[in-house]
């Protein structure tokens, strides 16, 4: 018998949950523990996961179909965690993605995990698609999500080509974080870009 108050609810316990999430941190973490190791991303088996984490394979495939899923998760688990959008305004939201997408430039710099994952992905078709879906995918929704409420709410111009727009808007962060590695990132690069595009492309005021 538990102990008064120790024991699990009345009503349905919600068992094994905790060990569960325990399970997943642990071969999150035995993960980049091999990749700090150096072990390429093409050596690491599931069967090699799991003996260095301890638990046996059907473990890690009860969590993940296989390791393209797993290293997409580890991938998230070192990158900055996706922003909560205030929803103010269309430039405070571009702001807050921008800023995103700043942090992960320098938290990829500042990660030799990060650094070398992101480069071995690219040359893994299943696992960089596998990013790409799960990943790349739903921030460029949000952004073009973004960009279409601030159309409907007369912040830009109705006109304006979204997905170009999107691509115009990301493209200076994404110029400094993947092909000018050395450039610098600093703070208020977001807001300075957002407000050089804005500056363009709100409707014109149409006074009588």
Do not use: C
Request: aromatic content about 2%.
């Amino acid at each position: 018998m538990s102990p008064a108050g120790t024991g699990p609810r009345q009503g349905g316990p919600a068992r094994g949950r905790p060990r569960s999430e325990a399970v997943e941190r642990a071969v999150v973490e035995g993960v980049m523990e091999l990749l700090e190791d150096g072990v390429p991303l093409a050596e690491l088996s599931i069967e090699r996961i799991a003996r260095t984490v301890g638990v046996g394979k059907a473990t890690i495939y009860r969590r993940w179909s296989g390791k393209e899923e797993l290293f997409v998760d580890v991938v998230r688990a070192a990158e900055p965690p996706d922003p909560e959008l205030p929803g103010t305004s269309l430039r405070d939201d571009l702001v807050v993605l921008l800023e995103s997408l700043r942090r992960r430039g320098l938290a990829n710099r500042a990660s030799a995990i990060l650094h070398n994952v992101h480069a071995q992905m690219k040359s893994s078709p299943r696992i960089w698609a596998a990013y790409h879906d799960t990943v790349v995918l739903p921030r460029r929704r949000l952004g073009l999500e973004v960009l279409r409420r601030g159309r409907e709410n007369g912040e830009l111009r109705a006109d304006v080509d979204m997905e170009l727009l999107n691509d115009i808007i990301v493209g200076p962060l994404l110029v400094r974080t993947v092909l000018r590695p050395d450039a610098d990132l600093p703070e208020g690069l977001a807001e300075q870009v957002v407000d050089t595009l804005l500056q363009g492309l709100r409707p014109v005021s149409r006074h009588a």
